[in-house]
């Protein structure tokens, strides 16, 4: 059975910094791509980032590139997700998913397995 177990969400201040980490086990990543979403309270579940087990590239939504970083762990099976320089409109719960695939999907219904999620609050 997948399970992928979000930690490291909190409160922070604007400017601040978090990371989050996935725990990821029940079956191989080495082929997957793993993605972070989010979900603002009455908005849909955006994209945020995704980055291939196996290594290469990673990609970035607009809102996020250059404050995000999205790495992996091969040994731990971690995914993790750095995040500097928060403002409030990164508050939202934030969500770990992995594909089956290893492409660099961006649309939630291309994940096959998510995390049940982290909050992250940003205050102003």
């Known amino acids: 059975q997948v399970q992928l177990r979000e930690s490291g969400g909190g409160l922070v201040q604007a400017g601040g910094s978090l990371r989050l980490s996935c725990a990821a086990s029940?079956?191989?990543?080495?082929?997957?791509?793993m993605g972070w979403f989010r979900q603002a309270p009455g908005k849909e579940r955006e994209f945020v980032a995704v980055?291939?087990?196996?290594?290469?590239?990673?990609y970035y939504a607009d809102s996020v590139r250059g404050r995000f970083t999205i790495s992996r762990d091969n040994a731990k099976n971690i995914l993790y997700l750095q995040m500097n320089n928060l403002n409030p409109e990164d508050t939202a719960v934030y969500f770990c998913?992995?594909?089956?695939?290893?492409?660099?999907?961006?649309?939630?219904?291309?994940?096959?397995?998510w995390g049940q999620g982290t909050q992250v609050t940003v205050s102003s």
């Open positions: 998913a992995a594909q089956r695939g290893s492409f660099l999907r961006t649309t939630p219904s291309e994940f096959e397995d």
């Open positions: 029940g079956r191989t990543f080495s082929s997957s791509a």
């Open positions: 980055i291939r087990w196996s290594g290469g590239p990673t």
